[in-house]
């Protein structure tokens, strides 16, 4: 049921003041009976005083009744005056949910002692005034029905919308049985009057009180209202005197406060019930370990997941003093005075505590210990949650070695090692002992990487990593700071010749050798080394100088150690500005191209030619490729400087074709950076596109360990070059670790061998054979040979004989500028020189 709406109350309040009209003995304005008031009461709580208007044509309306159902209109005004201070008094009381038993004493002291005492007083002046019947009952008469409806009507509605979803048919039975059983005792007592049996009205009460707690509130609520009915009916009131209704009105009144409050106190009751049995379903079956420890600080109660957690048994833990409070010596929780200090400051403590479960292993735990007061404030309880913190623990532990090792080899990483190598500095200077921080970097690790891949690599570097932690003593420290660079700290070093001996086993432990994937590798190591305090006094310094030796050390050679010199320094100065000098080098236009052409062997004719990068830099002059494109490389800038290279190229070489000169190959070199997939396929096409240049007369020039370092997404890229109509060379042939079998399956169509071969041809045996077997081969691998390097005419005898079909170097040509490359091919062209004569155009 919906509430009343806004006219269905004052249609009640039409209803119930014609029922207490009708309940009138003739003659008088009032009775016991005045439930119109309470209904009013009731109207104004719910909508508000907004419905006095409603209310106010209600009672117009029964003026239009014939004369013995108009109630009076001044009484009823009084009413309703009376009836609107009340509300204004209860309206906060009335919106709680719950009420406590001070909430129904304030409805007791604003119905009778605002509201009834108000009417009272209205209704003796407008009697007195007006002449209306009016003895020593009537008073009392009318208090005491005002203050009863008041109490009957506002209490009931509340408790039935709050009830309803709760009443059970057996409910419903058992308020009937009651309140007729009740209605028949007070029919015939109050009914068949004698003085005697009114002592029998006592009897109701047990009865009412049982209702009102077994039953609850509505049940009290109507059990009080059929009374008061049989009390106002023209039987009873033609019997009883006006003075003993009152005092069976005033029975009444205690009857129905007594229930009312019972009824609240059942209420609490069962809610309290509710809510301890939501509290105890939550202590069974929490993941937390939960219990209760009592003021003197023994176990009260536990769950089963404090017996999970802990091993003990509700049994063995309920009685015994629990650990938490535990001050003897041996406790191994350093904060827990803290504990127990803030726990009786502010009664509440959390945190991390160590405990000890019944298998005597201890564990962390996350405890929150709560102190419990009762309703006058003293303590009697603690409740502790805890949680077995040991997994939260070990992640957090794991978190934190990830953060500082390598994952790879378990050594320190950067963040490590720098905290680790900070405190061994802080040790020595305190201490005042010396130290050697080692640089190791492995020689030649990148070529096995590129060519082996990347797989074989990072078992090489896990091993690396273990033959460096069985040469050097437990608490030396170890890190790999990325890629093959590995530090050392030597602590309490004072000679020099303390960290050369470590160095030196370091470095015969590296170049024993290494079994991967059934093949042996070889590889050194190069060793730069730092002495504190004599280097650098802090971290950064010595880490510095000792990269710097460690580069001396692979200048020299490699396998080898070196200690910083003071010297260092000023040549990677130099370094450093060269560095920044290339970031601005193709913006400031310091770039030019070259061109070193290339003779076909039989036929004395150009068959090509090479482009080589030159910079020259405004202070420094000519810098060579050699120095700087491994320097473009480290810093990316080589992508930007191999597509400057790409597009000038071919647009120089375009301005040619333009001028009606005969071009030939024009190869172009390629940086390891610059054959990404995706990136490359597209300059090329672009570079074509805009140039016009056609792609049958580029060539690419790739090294081996390019190729090799990712063979499967290397030949996608070539073979999309293919595509295009673009010729691919190998560079360097010989230098790295491919064989020419491995070639067999790329698209590639030329061959270049390097120089190193070359320089001992025909001298040199071993060469000159190895020159031979190259060339054979990459004939039946159906590749075209060129010679690199080529000085002497001896060299380019045995080549030819070799069935090389061309040659590049000195012998032939020096590399040239545009303007005497276009002079060089205009004059071939114009004497259709013999292959003799051509043979040093360079003269
Ligand atoms: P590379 O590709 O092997 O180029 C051949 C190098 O050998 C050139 O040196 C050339 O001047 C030199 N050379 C030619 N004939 C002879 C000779 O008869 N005797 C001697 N001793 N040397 C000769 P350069 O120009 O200094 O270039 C060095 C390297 O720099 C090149 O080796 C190439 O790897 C790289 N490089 C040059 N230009 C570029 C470029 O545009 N892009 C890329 N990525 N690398 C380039
Ligand atoms: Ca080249
Ligand atoms: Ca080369």
Redesign the pocket.
């Given at each position: 049921m919906k509430r009343l709406s806004a006219l269905a109350w004052p249609l009640c309040y039409l209803g119930a003041a014609l029922l207490d009209q009708t309940m009138l003995v003739a003659g008088q304005s009032y009775g016991p009976l005045n439930l119109s008031v309470g209904i009013a009461l009731l109207a104004m709580l719910e909508k508000g005083f907004g419905v006095i208007p409603w209310l106010g044509v209600a009672v117009l309306a029964a003026q239009l009744l014939p004369a013995a159902l108009q109630p009076n209109l001044l009484l009823v005004l009084a009413e309703l005056a009376s009836v609107a201070a009340i509300t204004v008094a209860l309206r906060p009381v009335y919106q709680k949910s719950v009420w406590a038993v001070s909430d129904a004493l304030q409805l007791l002291l604003c119905s009778g002692g605002i509201g009834a005492t108000l009417f009272w007083l209205l209704h003796t002046l407008l009697a007195t005034s007006l002449g209306w019947h009016w003895d020593a009952h009537s008073a009392p008469m009318s208090w005491l029905a005002f203050t009863l409806s008041c109490l009957l009507c506002v209490t009931g509605y509340r408790s039935f919308i709050l009830d309803r979803k709760l009443l059970r048919a057996n409910w419903l039975i058992e308020t009937t049985t009651v309140v007729t059983i009740t209605a028949s005792g007070a029919m015939l007592m109050l009914g068949n009057f004698d003085v005697a049996s009114l002592q029998f009205t006592y009897l109701c009460f047990p009865l009412m009180v049982w209702a009102a707690l077994r039953l609850g509130q509505i049940s009290n609520s109507l059990l009080i209202t059929v009374i008061l009915l049989i009390l106002a009916s023209a039987p009873v009131r033609a019997v009883m005197s006006d003075g003993l209704v009152v005092a069976q009105q005033f029975l009444l009144l205690i009857a129905l406060q007594t229930g009312i409050w019972l009824a609240v106190v059942r209420r609490e009751n069962a809610l309290a019930m509710a809510e301890a049995k939501v509290a105890k379903q939550v202590f069974q079956h929490a993941s937390e370990g939960i219990m209760m420890i009592s003021a003197d600080h023994r176990l009260l109660a536990v769950n089963p997941a404090f017996t999970r957690i802990t091993g003990y048994s509700e049994g063995e833990a309920v009685g015994r003093p629990s650990r938490i409070f535990d001050t003897r010596p041996g406790n191994p929780n350093l904060y827990q005075s803290m504990l127990l200090e803030q726990l009786s400051a502010h009664g509440h403590w959390e945190g991390e505590m160590l405990d000890k479960r019944k298998s005597g292993e201890l564990y962390p735990a996350w405890l929150s210990i709560s102190a419990v007061h009762d309703h006058e404030g003293r303590l009697s309880r603690y409740v502790g949650v805890f949680s077995d913190y040991t997994s939260r623990k070990q992640a957090e532990q794991r978190a934190t070695f990830l953060a500082t090792h390598d994952s790879l080899t378990g050594l320190y990483n950067r963040n490590g090692f720098h905290e680790a190598l900070s405190q061994a500095l802080t040790r020595a200077s305190t201490k005042r002992r010396g130290l050697a921080l080692l640089f190791i970097d492995l020689d030649r690790f990148k070529s096995i990487n590129d060519t082996l891949g990347h797989d074989v690599g990072d078992q090489l570097l896990r091993i690396v990593a273990q033959r460096l932690r069985q040469h050097l003593k437990q608490d030396d420290i170890i890190a790999r700071l990325g890629g093959d660079e590995f530090t050392v700290v030597l602590e309490n070093i004072h000679q020099v010749n303390q960290a050369a001996q470590v160095a030196e086993r370091i470095l015969q432990a590296l170049a024993e050798s290494y079994h991967l994937h059934g093949q042996e590798l070889f590889v050194t190591g190069s060793i730069g080394i730092s002495m504190y305090p004599n280097d650098g006094s802090h971290a950064m310094q010595l880490m510095r100088n000792a990269d710097l030796a460690m580069y001396r050390a692979k200048d020299l050679g490699k396998n080898a150690l070196q200690f910083y010199a003071q010297e260092m320094n000023r040549e990677s100065s130099q370094q450093f500005s060269l560095q920044s000098a290339l970031r601005f080098a193709l913006e400031r236009q310091q770039f030019s191209?070259?061109f070193?052409p290339q003779m076909n062997l039989a036929t004395g004719q150009l068959s090509g030619m090479?482009?080589?990068?030159?910079w020259q830099h405004p202070e420094l002059g000519w810098i060579?490729?050699?120095e700087f494109?491994p320097l473009?490389?480290e810093t990316g800038m080589?992508i930007p400087?191999?597509h400057w290279?790409?597009r000038q190229?071919c647009l120089t070489a375009e301005s040619w074709r333009q001028a009606g000169i005969m071009v030939p190959k024009m190869a172009?070199?390629?940086?390891v950076r610059?054959f990404k997939p995706g990136v490359l396929v597209d300059q090329v096409a672009t570079v074509l596109a805009d140039t016009g240049f056609p792609p049958y007369l580029l060539e690419l020039?790739v090294?081996e360990s390019l190729i090799m370092r990712r063979l499967n997404e290397a030949v996608q890229i070539m073979d999309a070059l293919k595509m295009m109509g673009v010729s691919l060379a190998i560079?360097?042939f010989g230098t790295g670790y491919s064989s020419l079998s491995q070639l067999k399956n790329l698209p590639l169509d030329i061959l270049?061998i390097?120089?190193s071969f070359?320089?001992g041809i025909p001298a040199d045996q071993d060469d000159t054979a190895i020159a031979q077997t190259i060339i054979a081969m990459a004939k039946k691998l159906g590749l075209s040979v060129v010679a690199?390097?080529?000085?002497t005419v001896a060299q380019m005898q045995a080549l030819r004989e070799a069935g090389c079909d061309s040659m590049?170097?000195?012998?032939?040509s020096?590399?040239l500028t545009a303007v005497q490359m276009e002079n060089l091919m205009r004059r071939l062209q114009g004497m259709h020189l013999r292959a003799e004569e051509v043979e040093s155009v360079q003269g």
């Open positions: 191209l070259v070193q090479e482009c080589l990068l030159r060579s490729p050699a494109i473009a490389e080589i400087i191999g290279v790409l190229a172009v070199n390629l940086s610059q020039e090294t560079d360097d270049k390097d120089r070359v320089e690199e390097g080529v000085e590049q170097g000195y012998y032939y020096r590399p």
